[in-house]
């Protein structure tokens, strides 16, 4: 006890700031980053479905006498003057050239909801939003609500044999139209319609979505194709990657010698994970689609130089350079896996008379499994939604043909394709009409953070199973 | 009680010589270095046959690293040189004739911490059968089944050959590495401190098995616990940094050992 100051003990004992506060800091960072990603899902699932959902159409009678039919969308406060505006869609682009008009609230005389207003989906042109006055097939006529009767069976029957048929509609501010069956895609009147008949038309809406094309310069219909070509992407992506990254992984782990240089390569190629995708993006432009597919059109298809076969981007040039891009993360996760396996794993194979193949073979491989598994996860997330880079080798706003069909040789790597991050980026800001692809580009954007969630889990499962399989740990 | 199988030199070094007919191993001027650090110096001794030979030694005397020398498990470390011979039942084996895979099988190994393989118990025994030959599968049962009475195990395993190794107990895991040597009929069993690892009762099975093993085959025993070298061994040697002090059998070097340095590590004065 001699020479130690009796008054320093309790002082360093003193509590700092943070003591009993931590833990809420640590919390509240959870709480904040679940909020995030909460709101995110929140407004991709609200404004991504809800599109789909047959929304009301209002018929507006304004004090200057003008009336026209459409759906509100918001309203906003004016600029500098009391009151509110209010953004109506009215479609009808063909005949009133507008589809969209801001109306100021007090300016509204009067608004019902009238069960016969209609809304057609029309290809070409859009929406149309009016009322049904008669059909007319050869010197047949339906008028009232024998015509609508009749329009709802007639779109019931597949487009090819659906007869020739007239549609003779009015809009609500009493223009007559004329309109084939041909180019009515489907009809609803939402203000007559059931909670269980709306339920209906936003699933069939949605499924069109899904399985339907792009329409209007992708400012409507549906993404069936850039689904197609993401998932294809990714998975040749995988095919590609995984057995060399797992390769690669194999060599510097169990084959190099652990010296300098092995650590330097290690260290390179966890930082190529870092290099931005763009990058990836150029090199892949400059040798996959210039070098390798400049060449290979030199050589065997020359005959339809100057235009390219492989010498433009396409899904091979694409998945390859995703392939790259991915590589890093492959070989990391694979090599963790390897490490971790314990050496006596290693040892009592050998010692049983095991050659090193055999022991990598048939222990240290499927031990591994899961964390090939892992990186193949870690690739897959990273690449389905990569843009930057396809925009170089091989994406496109439209592709004309799928690069799967039922024309030899059936997969068609040289084709370009249609991608999903992409489809989204071109929606929102090269459309003719931003206000209708916004809701678009919410579901468009749901359907990508869906697919690649869905592609995870198939990994996620299958990792569960291998492991629950071998009742392994690592 | 056995018969004993030596002749005890009196002059130094303190070898421990068998007649040919009675030796298994013999190792001859083994040096072994890790990176140039010497790990065994001038190593001479010989491991008779059909008995049970304990290595003892304090930490880091090199035991382990001479029992990994007898199956060439060192041919995976790059950094390991040695000078010497190990000769196995007449040949050098190191000799170019010999093959690696071979002499593993015929030399089999168990470690400190059981490591079965994640995969069935029939598997694990099956693994090292299936890499020699392909067997009807009749006869590969016929083999587990005896693999797994001749370690003691299969009563316990016999209903669940077919569930994951890595759900037994550490002490039914070891037996279970043990049968998984024992398959492939090797003609010396190396064991590395196989019971440090687990508790007083799986350590007795284990002693006994190695007691009932000493009829089918010769075993080298490492063992940290010299009451374990005194109750299972035939013979003992004592190691320290890399030499043999004293090699001798077992009742007469725990009982009377000729130097003193053994005498200060038995009685537990450790130098």
New interface residues.
């Given amino acids: 006890m001699t020479g130690v100051p009796a008054d320093t003990a309790p002082s360093r004992r003193r509590l700092h700031w943070l003591d009993g506060l931590w833990p809420w800091l640590c919390a509240a960072s959870v709480a904040l980053s679940l909020l995030m990603l909460g709101a995110l899902l929140t407004l991709l699932l609200v404004r991504g479905l809800g599109h789909f959902w047959p929304a009301t159409l209002e018929e507006v009678t304004l004090r200057s006498g003008e009336t026209f039919a459409g759906q509100a969308v918001r309203e906003v406060a004016l600029p500098q003057q009391p009151g509110d505006e209010r953004l109506y869609f009215t479609g009808n682009r063909d005949i009133e050239s507008v589809r969209w008009r801001w109306v100021a609230i007090d300016d509204i005389a009067m608004q019902a909801q009238p069960m016969d207003l209609i809304r057609l989906e029309r290809s070409p042109w859009d929406d149309f939003i009016g009322r049904l006055v008669a059909i007319e097939q050869h010197d047949q006529r339906w008028e009232g609500d024998a015509a609508w009767q009749q329009l709802t069976s007639l779109l019931a029957l597949p487009v090819s044999q659906r007869p020739d048929s007239q549609l003779l509609l009015i809009t609500a501010s009493g223009q007559a139209v004329q309109q084939p069956l041909a180019n009515v895609v489907s009809a609803q009147a939402p203000n007559a319609m059931t909670w269980r008949q709306k339920t209906l038309a936003w699933s069939q809406s949605v499924w069109r979505f899904l399985s339907e094309g792009p329409r209007a310069a992708n400012t409507g219909g549906g993404v069936w194709p850039a689904i197609f070509g993401t998932v294809l992407m990714v998975i040749l992506m995988s095919v590609i990657v995984t057995p060399f990254g797992v390769l690669a992984a194999i060599y510097l782990n169990e084959i190099a ?1 652990q010296g300098r240089l092995t650590r330097f390569v290690r260290i390179g190629v966890r930082n190529l994970a870092g290099v931005p995708s763009i990058v990836y993006g150029v090199f892949g432009l400059g040798v996959f689609v210039y070098g390798i597919g400049g060449s290979l059109d030199e050589w065997f298809f020359s005959e339809t130089l100057p235009s390219p076969t492989f010498g433009t981007g396409g899904l091979l040039w694409a998945s390859l350079t995703l392939a790259l891009l991915t590589l890093p993360v492959v070989i990391v996760a694979t090599e963790e896996g390897l490490a971790r396996i ?1 050496e ?12 090193r193949l ?1 022991m990598l073979t ?2 240290v491989l ?2 591994a499994a899961p964390a090939m598994l892992t990186g193949m996860i870690l690739a897959i997330a990273r690449a389905a939604g990569e843009v930057a880079p396809l925009m170089l080798v091989g994406v496109a706003k439209l592709a004309p043909q799928m690069p799967v069909d039922g024309e030899f040789p059936y997969l068609h790597l040289e084709r370009k394709f249609m991608h999903l991050g992409y489809h989204l980026f071109d929606t929102a800001f090269h459309g003719d009409d931003v206000q209708a692809a916004i809701p678009l580009v919410y579901a468009t954007a749901l359907l990508l953070v869906l697919i690649v969630l869905v592609l995870n889990l198939t990994a996620i499962f299958l990792r569960h199973y291998l492991r629950r399989q ?3 740990e690592c | 009680m056995l018969a004993p199988l030596h002749s005890v030199n009196t002059s130094q070094p303190p070898v421990t010589h068998f007649p040919p007919e009675h030796c298994c191993l013999s190792i001859d001027h083994l040096s072994l270095a890790y990176a140039g650090k010497e790990a065994l110096r001038d190593l001479t001794l010989s491991i008779p046959r059909h008995r049970v030979t304990a290595f003892i030694g304090p930490s880091g005397c090199g035991k382990s690293t001479l029992l990994r020398a007898i ?1 060439r ?1 060192h041919d ?1 470390n ?1 950094a390991v040189s040695h000078s010497g011979q190990i000769v196995l039942e007449g040949q050098d084996i190191h000799g170019p004739q010999v093959n690696v ?2 002499l ?2 015929r030399v ?2 168990v ?1 400190q ?1 059981p ?5 069935s118990i029939y598997e694990n025994v099956a ?2 059968l299936r ?2 030959q392909r067997l009807p599968k009749r006869k590969r049962d016929d083999i587990i089944e005896w693999a797994l009475t001749s370690a003691a195990l299969w009563d316990e395993v016999k209903d669940r050959l077919h569930r ?4 037994l107990s550490g002490g039914q895991q070891q037996r279970l ?1 043990i049968a ?2 024992l398959a ?1 009929k090797p003609d010396v069993l190396l064991l590395d401190e196989p019971a440090s690892a687990l508790d007083p009762i799986s350590t007795l099975k284990i002693e006994e098995l190695i007691r009932n093993l000493k009829s089918e085959l010769t075993l080298v025993l490492v063992t940290h616990n010299m009451q374990q070298a005194a109750r299972v061994s035939d013979y003992t040697a004592f190691l320290h940094q890399g030499e043999l002090i004293e090699y001798g059998p077992t009742d007469q070097l725990f009982t009377n050992p000729r130097l003193q340095r053994t005498e200060n590590y038995i009685t537990g004065r450790v130098t």
């Fill in positions: 010698h314990p006596a794993q290693r040892e009592g194979a050998v010692a049983l008379g095991a050659t055999e048939r222990i499927p031990m071998r009742g392994s | 199956n498990l995976l790059e895979t071979e593993r099988r089999g190994m470690f911490t490591n079965p393989f994640p995969m693994f090292g890499l020699q994951s190794a890595w759900q590495v998984r040597t492939v």
